[in-house]
């Protein structure tokens, strides 16, 4: 396949495949009919990034292809990339092609979009950039009528802002949500509604508090939130973090306090191991919870994170890595059983699989 180019017309067959994988992989648990949740199957991408390859005076963008890691392809369009970034990856080359201040030693363009239409695009060079850099990219910024960020070595020049505000609808509401260059966001925005709707369909009519690990700019929190009495966020990001206290305000949640700590500083803070400093204002003990929701990245819930969350009666857990849910569920169903699974299709015509877990303490 392509590194830049789709088949609509393979894409069910791939997806049968992989949900036929999570399905013989996850067996040993006996779980519930599997859930699917498919994606578009062109333009369903948010974010991208190309490689710049010069021949002669020329720029153009370019992929490697899986495996193939030493050999460049140059690409013309990115079929799936959304629509607006296909549109200003046209917009954006031949005015750098035009002017020699803002392709020189260019190495990398990044876009990042959003459903909302809002965009960024971000340079990076091989070169320290300088006030005829600012002034060219900033008539470029007004001619693209998109937000523009420049890159090389220990420099960042923000030309008008360094993040797009995105819009999700979930469950007939508009959510907006700050995402910042260079931070980690869902890159399929299509199952990320899919993926925050079926986590408050799971979650309907629970009692009492959530805690959450691993929170993100609030992806998940804030539909999530007026499900609950209270939450308790954690994230480690600093960045993140402060993007989540942004969004919190953007969608007027009250309900919703966010600490930047690791899920296992919070697991030590809750088993009474240490103190931190970063607690200081959170009593642990108002909080009465009742369900956690745990999205830790690929290497999993690391032994102690495992055992806290046994402690809840509802767990949701939302993993990019099959390989590491199913060791942290050898040990969680000893207690939990599993009610709802989930597969999302984020990656279409990849071999990565993003799963929902919903499971309940046995009685």
Same mark, same amino acid.
Request: neutral net charge.
């Given at each position: ?9 393979? @894409? ?18 006996k ?23 010069h021949? #002669? ?6 992929? @490697?292809?899986? =495996? ?11 079929? *799936? #990339?959304?629509e607006l ?28 979009? %959003?459903?909302? %239409? ?20 900033t ?30 609808? *979930?469950?007939? /509401? ?15 925005? =299509? ?22 690990? @691993?929170?993100?700019? #609030?992806?998940?929190? *804030? ?8 939450v ?5 990001s ?10 919190? =305000?953007?969608?007027?949640q ?17 088993? %009474? ?13 108002? @909080? ?11 290497? %999993? ?17 939302v993993?990019?890595?099959?390989? $590491?849910?199913?060791?942290?569920? /050898?040990?969680? $169903?000893?207690?939990?059983? *599993? ?25």
């Open positions: 396949m392509s590194v830049h180019q789709v088949y609509p017309e393979k @894409y069910q067959k791939l997806l049968n495949k992989k949900s036929q994988w999570l399905r013989e992989q996850l067996a040993e648990f779980p519930p009919q599997l859930e699917v949740f498919a994606s578009t199957d062109k333009h369903f991408r948010q974010r991208a990034e190309f490689k710049i390859w021949e #002669g005076d020329k720029a153009n963008y370019a992929m @490697y292809a899986k =495996g193939e890691y030493k050999k460049t392809y140059i690409i013309d369009r990115f079929d *799936i #990339g959304s970034i296909n549109q200003l990856m046209q917009k954006l080359l031949p005015e750098l092609n035009n002017n020699e201040t803002l392709k020189r030693k260019l190495f990398q363009v990044e876009f990042l979009t %959003g459903q909302s %239409g809002d965009a960024l695009i971000t340079l990076i060079y091989h070169r320290p950039l300088d006030d005829d850099w600012e002034q060219a990219a008539a470029l910024q007004t001619r693209l009528n998109t937000a523009i960020i420049g890159r090389s070595r220990k420099q960042k020049r923000v030309l008008k802002r360094d993040h797009i505000i995105e819009t999700l609808n *979930i469950n007939d /509401r508009q959510y907006q949500y700050q995402q910042v260059e260079s931070s980690f966001t869902q890159p399929n925005a =299509g199952i990320c509604e899919k993926m925050i709707e079926w986590a408050t369909s799971c979650c309907a009519n629970s009692p009492g508090d959530l805690l959450e690990l @691993y929170c993100g700019n #609030g992806n998940f929190t *804030i539909p999530l939130a007026s499900l609950f009495d209270k308790l966020a954690t994230e480690i600093k960045t993140s973090v402060n993007s989540a206290q942004v969004n919190f =305000g953007l969608n007027q009250e309900n919703i306090i966010i600490a930047r700590m690791s899920a296992e500083e919070l697991s030590q803070a809750m088993d %009474g191991v240490r103190e931190f400093r970063r607690l200081r204002d959170i009593n642990l003990t108002q @909080y009465d919870f009742s369900t956690v929701l745990v999205d830790p990245p690929r290497a %999993g819930l690391d032994k102690h994170t495992e055992e806290m969350v046994c402690r809840f009666d509802q767990i949701l857990y993993s990019c890595n099959p390989q $590491t849910l199913q060791q942290n569920l /050898r040990h969680i $169903t000893k207690t939990h059983r *599993i009610e709802r699974l989930a597969f999302f299709d984020q990656f279409p015509y990849t071999d990565h699989i993003e799963t929902g877990v919903w499971l309940k303490r046995k009685s």
